[in-house]
Structures are given as structure tokens and as C-alpha cells.
């Protein structure tokens, strides 16, 4: 996931590379900037189980890039997806993730009640590929949630130390709504008192930390909100071509043909697993921005010798690609024009499938 996680926190890099008061970097979806409303989460803390770590956590400015985006985006048996769009739509999280939090305030933003393991219901996870999140403390608070150990130790300078790093986010990332996970500790005793006046132009929402669950009631707050503040929703765009992929995704022919794969599908991609014995295949569909549809497949292999050997099998003669890897270990079998029809998408996948079952045959 390294090339993935370099290419999402480019811009959080060039912001805060220089910074002298912000230690834990935002996480800035690719999408943030482009928003007409840009929405900025406000976190409480990080907290350290291992308290010998405390200095090595203390300087590492990507943990907060790290939990948004390799956690959250290493959830379907390690499937490392490239983006929020290929996070797929029904996958369930740990019982007690922390990860629900991003969730639920999610589902809160596209006013959606998400359905796990259901796939006629929409997911909402693929909105924090337009928002920003970011932690108020800039050192850990306690060895676990609920706990404030350390902070009240050192209270005063956590407080100014926080203040001052928030200011220059503020600044930096010029919010128009920033969702507070904290009525009570965060909203009202350590963010500024006079935060309205300080930033004027700003909409502060807060909730309850959403780890848990999130309330029925905040969805219909947040719903009032938008109206009262005429806020635009742009931030909940769908991908462009996600009516296709869920179109092609629920083909009878290529449900039937995919029975022995796992099967799953986000906001722009679908994916096919086939297990078999110690190999796994698994092939991406994949929509661009421009329209076009490619195909790749990765063999789930450390050595790219590996890959490159069972591509060259001749059941998948038929895409007649040149036999090389991509920069992030997956082999392009072809492209799809952007004006092809969803048949010939389909029959692409049909072959794709059967070459991929043609592989493990003796």
C-alpha cells in the first residue's frame, strides 16, 4: 500500500512539511479542495497502549494518515483498495473498530442507513474521499479511550499546544463545517470558547463521539443543518460511472458465471476473488474518470515472476497485452474504450472469469 498511501498524502505533505506546531498531519481526501463545501472532522486524540512508545508517536507525523487511510482501507481480508471508491459497499467492520466512528459520520453526511452484508443497500464510506479529519491534541492523551491520564498531567500546555496547531489547520485547510466527535470535553471545554469569532466563516456541527453508533436524531440534525446553512452537498457526489458498476456488477450472466469467487464492488470498481488451494486470483474492474474500463489481475504472489508465469497461461491469450506488471503489482489485461457498451464490458469479464478458472484446471 506504500504507492497508495504516497500518492493520498501528497498535499497534507506539501502543507504541513514546515509546520512547527502541527505534529500529527491531517488526512485531506483527494477531493477535499474541490468541494464548494468542504468539510473538515474534528477528532480528539490518539491514544498509545504501548506507553514506552510515547516519544517515537510523539514525532510521527502520519499517524493520522495512517488510521484513515491504511486502516480504513485495509478491511476486506487485507485488500489494500486504492481508494475510497473501491472500498466496497456492504463490508462489515470489527465489532469494536474504532473505525465505526468514520463510518457513522458518513452515513450522518449522505443521510444513508447503512445496511452490512446487504448488497441492494448503498454504502456511504466512499464520502471520506472528500473530507478532511483531523485530531485536536498533538500528543497522546491516555493509554486507552476514556481515559485523559496524561493530558490533565500536563494540561495547560496540551490545551495551548492544540490551540495554536488547530489555528494553523484552520487556516490551511479554510473549512466551511467542521464536525466536532465531542459535545461535551472537546466542543465546549478544550476547543476555544470564542471559536465563532475566530472563525467566522465557519460552521461548527458537534455530535456524540459516533464510535458507537449514530443516532437517528443527528441524521435528521444534520439534515435541518444543511438546509439552515444552505449548504451544498457536492461533498456526497457519487463517482461518476457508479450507476454502471452496480449495473454490471448485477448481470445474472456474470453472477452465475462468478458463483465459486468472492465478489464485491465500490463507488467506481468491482472484484472477483477465486480461491483455490494456496493460490488466490483476484480480478479488478475498474472505471477512470474518462470512461474507460480497465482490467487487471493480481495473483496474490510475493514474486512478480510468479505473476508474469500464470498470465502467460493461454487461457488468457485473448487480451494478447504486452506481459509486464504496473507500478503497483498488478497486470493490465486491457482496456475498454470509454464508448463501449455494457455488453462489451460484460463479455470482457466472462472471459476474464473463465480464463481465471481455466488456469486451476489439470
Known amino acids: 500500500m506504500g504507492i497508495v498511501y504516497n500518492e493520498m498524502t501528497k498535499e497534507t505533505e506539501r502543507l504541513f512539511q514546515n509546520s512547527k506546531s502541527v505534529k500529527y498531519w491531517p488526512y485531506i481526501g483527494k477531493g477535499y479542495f474541490k468541494c464548494k463545501t468542504k468539510i473538515l472532522v474534528l477528532g480528539e486524540s490518539h491514544y498509545l497502549t504501548d506507553p514506552s512508545r510515547i516519544k517515537e508517536m510523539e514525532d510521527y507525523s502520519g499517524w493520522t494518515n495512517e488510521v484513515v487511510i491504511w ?39 449522505v443521510q444513508n442507513v447503512y445496511s452490512e ?7 456511504s464510506d466512499y464520502v471520506w474521499k472528500n473530507l478532511a479529519f483531523y485530531n485536536f491534541f498533538q500528543r497522546p492523551v491516555a493509554s486507552r479511550p476514556g481515559r485523559h491520564d496524561w493530558l490533565m498531567a500536563d494540561y495547560d500546555n496540551y490545551i495551548k499546544q492544540a490551540r495554536m496547531a488547530l489555528d494553523e489547520v484552520m487556516k490551511k485547510l479554510e473549512p466551511d463545517v467542521v464536525i466536532v466527535w465531542g459535545k461535551a470535553d472537546l466542543n465546549k471545554k478544550w476547543l476555544p470558547a470564542n471559536k465563532e469569532q475566530l472563525y467566522p466563516n465557519v460552521e ?60 464485491w464492488f465500490g463507488e467506481r470498481s468491482i472484484g472477483y476473488r477465486l480461491n483455490q488451494k494456496e493460490n488466490a486470483m483476484i480480478l479488478l474492474v475498474t472505471m477512470s474518470e474518462n470512461g474507460e474500463t480497465v482490467l487487471t489481475l493480481s495473483t496474490r504472489k510475493e514474486s512478480d515472476l510468479e505473476t508474469i508465469k500464470i498470465v502467460k497461461n493461454p487461457s488468457f491469450n485473448i487480451f494478447d497485452r504486452k506481459r509486464s506488471l504496473n507500478c503497483d503489482g498488478l497486470f493490465e489485461l486491457c482496456t475498454i474504450a470509454s464508448n463501449a457498451t455494457d455488453e462489451d464490458v460484460i463479455s470482457k469479464i466472462l472471459i476474464a472469469l473463465k480464463a481465471m478458472k481455466d488456469c486451476f484446471e489439470p
Open 204 to 263: 461548527f456541527f458537534p455530535i456524540n463521539h459516533p464510535s458507537y453508533n449514530i443516532r437517528r436524531e443527528y441524521i435528521k440534525k444534520w439534515n435541518e443543518f444543511v438546509k439552515q446553512c444552505n449548504i451544498n452537498e457536492q461533498y456526497a457526489d457519487h463517482h461518476l460511472y457508479y450507476k454502471r458498476v452496480e449495473s454490471i456488477f448485477f448481470d445474472k450472466r456474470l453472477k452465475d458465471a462468478s458463483k465459486s469467487f468472492c465478489r
Open 71 to 109: 486502516a480504513y482501507l485495509d478491511q476486506n481480508y487485507s485488500q489494500n483498495f486504492s481508494s475510497f471508491d473501491d472500498f466496497p459497499k456492504w463490508i462489515s467492520l470489527p465489532k469494536d473498530s474504532y473505525l465505526k466512528g468514520y463510518r457513522n459520520t458518513a452515513k450522518m453526511l
Open 117 to 123: 452484508n446487504n448488497y441492494t443497500k448503498q454504502g
